[in-house]
């Protein structure tokens, strides 16, 4: 192995030694058939997190909103692999963004995907679907994760007040005024909580997806009509 790149190497190893997640030494996460640049500024994309595409690929809609798109994994995904939909992301965080513009740039899909800084359009035109990653972590369970979370990631994207459903709680009766088909990721054991909140905001049909591990991970909620 040359000199330097043992040397880089071992600097790597020693990242690793503090726990910095290997996402972020690396500086890249693959998501489904992309690969994504993550740093400190946003979440590493998680293979639960695929649900919400998944869906996307079933209801085949035209006009997509991811809400909290982080990286922009959600939204650069469904536009990859759905070509003829219109897809807008948004977050809270401009720093997100800047790492969610520059993935769209490098992946070839910065005509695709429109970027807006806000948890949900103030206004315009409806959409088929909302997806939403947004934070549910509980204060309470925030010492028990692992430090890879608790110090490299941002809090502000994961946590979501006492019981972790303050932004979904937020979020729901949004969303329900612009789609007829609401999913969100939601924690282990909020999937029930979150169905009576889409139920309360007129979602008549309400469906839970689990992950690989078999935990309820993607609760759906669908208008009267919706598919």
Same mark, same amino acid.
């Given at each position: 192995?040359?000199?330097?790149?043992?040397? $880089?190497?071992?600097?790597?190893?020693?990242?690793?030694?503090? $726990?910095?997640?290997? @996402?972020?030494?690396?500086?890249?996460?693959?998501?489904?058939?992309?690969?994504?640049?993550?740093? $400190?500024?946003?979440?590493? #994309?998680?293979?639960?997190?695929?649900?919400?595409?998944?869906?996307?690929?079933?209801?085949?809609?035209?006009?997509?909103?991811?809400? +909290?798109? /982080?990286?922009?994994?959600?939204?650069?995904?469904?536009?990859?692999?759905?070509?003829?939909?219109?897809?807008?992301?948004?977050?809270?965080?401009?720093?997100?963004?800047?790492?969610? $513009? @520059?993935?769209?740039?490098?992946? /070839?899909?910065?005509?695709?995907?429109?970027?807006?800084?806000?948890?949900? #359009? !103030?206004? /315009? !035109? +409806?959409?088929?679907?909302?997806?939403?990653?947004? #934070?549910?972590?509980?204060?309470?369970? &925030?010492?028990?994760?692992?430090?890879?979370?608790?110090? &490299?990631? #941002?809090?502000?994207?994961?946590?979501?007040?006492?019981?972790?459903?303050?932004?979904?709680?937020?979020?729901?009766?949004?969303?329900?005024?612009?789609?007829?088909?609401?999913?969100?990721?939601?924690?282990?054991?909020?999937?029930?909580?979150?169905?009576?909140?889409?139920?309360?905001?007129?979602?008549?049909?309400?469906?839970?997806?689990?992950?690989?591990?078999?935990? !309820?991970?993607?609760?759906?909620?669908?208008?009267?009509?919706?598919?």
């Amino acid at each position: 192995m040359p000199a330097g790149a043992g040397r $880089r190497f071992g600097e790597m190893v020693r990242r690793r030694l503090r $726990r910095e997640p290997v @996402a972020y030494i690396l500086g890249r996460r693959g998501f489904r058939g992309i690969e994504l640049a993550v740093d $400190r500024r946003v979440l590493i #994309p998680r293979p639960e997190t695929e649900l919400l595409v998944e869906l996307a690929l079933e209801l085949r809609p035209r006009t997509v909103l991811d809400a +909290g798109t /982080g990286s922009g994994a959600i939204a650069l995904a469904i536009a990859d692999e759905l070509p003829g939909c219109e897809v807008i992301a948004t977050d809270a965080s401009g720093a997100a963004l800047e790492v969610a $513009r @520059a993935n769209a740039e490098r992946l /070839g899909l910065a005509g695709r995907v429109d970027f807006v800084e806000a948890m949900l #359009p !103030p206004s /315009g !035109p +409806g959409f088929d679907l909302v997806v939403a990653n947004l #934070p549910y972590v509980a204060e309470g369970d &925030w010492p028990s994760l692992q430090p890879e979370v608790t110090e &490299w990631e #941002p809090r502000e994207a994961l946590l979501g007040g006492a019981d972790g459903l303050d932004v979904i709680r937020v979020a729901i009766p949004a969303a329900a005024g612009i789609a007829p088909v609401l999913a969100l990721e939601v924690g282990v054991g909020q999937a029930g909580a979150v169905g009576e909140l889409l139920f309360g905001a007129g979602f008549g049909a309400v469906e839970t997806r689990v992950d690989l591990a078999g935990a !309820p991970r993607v609760v759906v909620g669908a208008r009267d009509g919706a598919a």
